[in-house]
């Protein structure tokens, strides 16, 4: 315990650890480094276990890792114990106590350590340690979680009048803004600004990309994180006097009551309101599926998939769905070799198939391998990396890579925090079953976003904490309605979907005509020498109305919405066909296709009326 002995402002007692090594890692030298896997192992002898902890960054700088392990394990003030949800135990509290612990440790690890200790500082945390609020004030509404279907729920209680209070027991923002759409995103966008430079079909135009500055990347990354963080959450909570922002766990008791556990456990600061209505809009974490070895071995989820401090050189994606094929095409265009595995016949299995089989050539093109109907059986680790055994017809397959992330998934968090006592429903997978006003079991009791299990995008976790705050506050009057939703798939090229997909029609017994215009037929693909993807309508003959669309191009996201607000108008193909589209937008490419229904796309000229 020698960095305890030297630090005694350092209290340890709490977690445990996990250190995974990778092929190449010199364990021998751990030896001569404070957090030596040996002492690791002491620590484990010598305190209570009460959480694990998973570290999964491969280890090439080791100082710094050393730093990274270390406040991973310990806080400043040792104040971590008994984590009660997986979320907490995820790393947000750790990120923000980052920077004391360096400024802590970094003296003494610059003592100890004959490298040079570099690029250790992250951003300036923007929220400090989370701690209980004291007030003595009473709330009509108690909103649980302060992601964005929480603020939406507390900003319209504040409208309506209501003395509001959120709790929150880990970072402000929650998912989308921390460890979601933003920093995925900003990765994506590197990766393909990367890839692009070196990947185009402009003649005249250079074709190179020298090496990537992973850490400036990230760095970069987690800066607009901690930016937006402030614009988009910290300062529109400050902006609203009428809600309290607490900080700690909250767990239900019977009726409305509702008890807020410092996130440090500390008994004595648990306080306890008894508000006239609840919205838990708690949110959901990466899951996996049970697989032999998989615990044993640890994995990579989207959470820490972001936060990887080297490129690995190689890896396993389990899972073909959004979250999965944007990680993994990011990775990809960095020079990772990426293998993903997908237990469905297709990627994306619940978008067309053309769209899925032509996304998938796309990716492999550029050197993903892509394997479906692939059904695990068994993970496991060795000095190697990762080897993930599949069976499929008696057929067995292995897989290796240097890491492996799962990305099959996320379940509601509603773990731990008395709904049963509360008496609110969950359903099989965890998640608060809600009826159409978003209200559960307990009347008093509404949840909304990603803890419903329904559509897990932000702008719909927004939408249902503003109608559930109506329905609480007014009673029942909005129904949640998300018959048109669109929705994006931040790959390149991207997709996105609206509506009903060709075979969701025929189900629905309408009779169904259906176009598919290549971009090959757009201008602005044309110019933009990208001519990868299509554009799919789907309409009914009898009525002649547009009932979904379907889009797999660079700008399939800016797209979509035209489609969206068409059908959401109930427009017909000549409508459609009838409504300006500026040229060269990739946007007219959906008037196009709705030309398509009746012309050869070949035979239209330029912006054909
Ligand atoms: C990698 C990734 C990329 C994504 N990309 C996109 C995208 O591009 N577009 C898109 O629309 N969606 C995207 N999503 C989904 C989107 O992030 C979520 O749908 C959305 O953030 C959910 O918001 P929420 O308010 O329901 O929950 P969250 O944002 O998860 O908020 C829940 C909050 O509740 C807190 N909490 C939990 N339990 C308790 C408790 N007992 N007491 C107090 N606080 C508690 C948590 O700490 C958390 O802050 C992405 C998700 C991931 C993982």
């Known amino acids: 315990m020698e960095i305890l002995n030297k630090h005694p402002g350092v209290n340890l007692k709490v977690y445990s650890i996990w250190f995974n090594m990778y092929p190449g890692d010199d364990r021998s030298k751990w030896n001569n480094t404070l957090l030596s896997d040996s002492r690791v192992t002491q620590f484990w002898d010598e305190n209570k276990i009460v959480g694990r902890w998973m570290v999964d960054q491969k280890v090439v700088d080791y100082p710094r890792q050393i730093l990274w392990d270390a406040y991973l394990l310990f806080g400043p003030e040792a104040e971590w114990q008994d984590t009660p949800s997986p979320l907490i135990s995820w790393g947000m509290p750790v990120y923000h106590r980052r920077h004391k612990l360096m400024n802590d440790l970094l003296p003494l690890l610059e003592a100890e350590t004959t490298a040079a200790v570099t690029d250790i500082e992250g951003p300036e945390p923007a929220v400090t340690v989370p701690q209980v609020h004291r007030g003595p004030e009473e709330f009509d509404l108690i909103v649980i979680g302060s992601g964005s279907g929480g603020l939406a729920a507390a900003i319209r209680g504040a409208e309506l009048g209501k003395r509001v209070a959120v709790i929150e027991a880990s970072t402000i923002g929650g998912t989308c803004i921390n460890v979601g759409c933003i920093p995925s995103k900003a990765l994506l966008q590197a990766a393909e600004l990367y890839h692009v430079a070196s990947h185009h079909s402009f003649k005249g135009m250079p074709s190179t990309s020298t090496g990537v500055d992973w850490g400036a990347v990230f760095q970069q990354k987690d800066e607009l994180v901690a930016e937006m963080r402030k614009s988009r959450y910290e300062d529109v909570l400050d902006a609203y006097p009428e809600i309290t922002l607490i900080r700690g766990w909250a767990k239900l008791m019977s009726g409305t009551r509702v008890e807020v556990k410092d996130v440090n456990n500390n008994e004595s600061e648990t306080l306890h309101y008894t508000p006239d209505k609840i919205i838990i809009a708690t949110g959901a974490h990466p899951w996996a599926p049970p697989i032999e070895g998989l615990e044993g071995a640890g994995y990579l989820d989207s ?214 215009l290549p971009l090959e037929y757009i201008s602005r693909a044309k110019v933009n020498r990208d001519t990868r993807g299509l554009i799919k309508l789907v309409a009914d003959k009898s009525t002649d109305r547009l009932l979904g669309a379907h889009v797999l191009a660079p700008e399939a996201g800016e797209v979509i919405q035209a489609a969206a607000v068409a059908i959401k108008a109930a427009m017909t193909i000549e409508d459609i066909q009838d409504i300006f589209f500026p040229y060269l937008t990739m946007s007219e490419g959906f008037k196009l296709a709705a030309q398509s229904f009746d012309k050869d796309p070949a035979l239209l000229s330029c912006c054909a009326g």
Do not use: C
Not at 403 to 410: E, K, N, P
Not at 480 to 491: A, E, G, M, N, Q
Not at 499 to 507: I, L, R, S
């Open 303 to 516: 959470t820490s998939a972001l936060e990887l401090m080297t490129r690995p050189a190689s890896m396993i994606v389990v899972g073909g769905g959004s979250i999965g094929l944007e990680i993994s095409q990011a990775y990809a265009r960095f020079g990772t070799k990426v293998t993903v595995l997908e237990i469905q016949e297709d990627i994306i299995p619940e978008e067309e198939s053309e769209i899925a089989g032509e996304l998938t050539d796309y990716l492999r093109e550029e050197g993903l391998i892509i394997e479906t109907n692939i059904s695990i059986r068994q993970v496991r680790k060795d000095e190697r990396g990762y080897q993930v055994i599949s069976e499929n017809m008696n057929v067995t397959r292995e897989f290796n890579a240097e890491i492996l992330l799962m990305a099959t998934g996320r379940r509601a968090n509603t773990s731990g925090m008395g709904l049963d006592e509360a008496g609110v429903n969950l359903g099989r997978d965890g998640e608060i079953i809600v009826d159409d006003y978003l209200q559960t079991s307990n009347a008093n009791v509404y949840a909304a976003g990603d803890v419903t299990g329904r559509d897990m995008y932000v702008y719909v976790s927004g939408y249902s904490g503003k109608l559930a705050a109506e329905n609480a506050i007014n009673g029942n009057s909005r129904m949640y309605d998300t018959d048109i939703l669109p929705r994006v798939i931040f790959t390149d090229p991207a997709v996105a979907s609206v509506g009903m997909t060709e075979e969701q029609a025929y189900d629905e017994r309408h009779e169904v005509k259906v176009t598919t």
